[in-house]
């Protein structure tokens, strides 16, 4: 089995719900195939869509030169892997009132998922659009976008989908929770004074988590 990340019980997400709130509103993750016998897994960066919950099945599309259908091959079992809304905190952040801010611990702010599950490659071409389609209707929402079947027929052939069966979710939602709230108030104003890339989002996080 794929080797999964650690969570300490107060960096773990409220539910499953929440763990897919944030996979959809991030929508482009790593898919990790370990195939058998390799020396390192095939990571493929990659947009995605969720295309249910319950059951819970993620589906993509990918060239067809790509390593990872030989990884699939040897074993369906992968990883999608995703994560974000990411920001470091430095050592100073975490001292406040007489504190010293030197003696301070860095850290990174952040959210990551996992899913695991068996994959199932699509080389059908009407399953292969109903695919395309979905994508487009996640990631172009009321576009103007011709049907992938009878636009793109002869190109269906250049890619091969796949779905995945989702039977585990493991989610991380790392933003403070092992220090108090007067803590992770201190950290949220300075995550808003900064206001840098990631910032907003983590801070979000925070407050939430205060919630």
């Known amino acids: 089995m794929l080797g999964r990340m650690l969570i300490r019980p107060h960096d773990a997400a409220p539910s499953d719900g929440a763990a897919f709130d944030f996979v959809e509103s991030q929508g482009f993750g790593h898919l990790v195939a370990a195939g058998r016998g390799r020396d390192v897994a095939v990571v493929v960066p990659t947009q995605f869509v969720v295309a249910s919950r319950h059951p819970a099945e993620v589906v993509l599309h990918l060239a067809g030169p790509n390593p990872v259908w030989t990884a ?8 999608m892997s995703v994560a974000g809304e990411w920001a470091y905190v430095p050592s100073a952040w975490k001292a406040i009132g007489d504190e010293d801010p030197r003696r301070g ?7 990551a998922v996992q899913l695991a599950g068996t994959a199932t490659v699509i080389d059908d071409p009407d399953a292969l659009a109903a695919i395309l389609r979905r994508q487009l209707s996640t ?9 992938p079947l009878d636009a793109h027929r002869p190109k269906l052939g250049a890619i091969r989908g796949i779905r995945i069966a989702v039977d585990d979710v493991r989610a991380k939602f790392k933003y403070g ?17 900064r206001d840098g890339p990631g910032d907003a989002a983590a801070r ?3 407050l939430d988590s205060l919630a």
């Open 139 to 147: 990631y172009e929402p009321g576009g103007d976008w011709a049907d």
């Open 204 to 206: 979000r996080r925070v």
């Open 72 to 79: 699939l091959a040897e074993n369906a079992r992968v990883l």
């Open 105 to 111: 611990i860095p850290t990174t702010y952040y959210a």
């Open 177 to 193: 929770g092992n220090v108090d709230a007067q803590h992770r108030r201190a950290v949220a104003q300075r995550l808003a004074e």
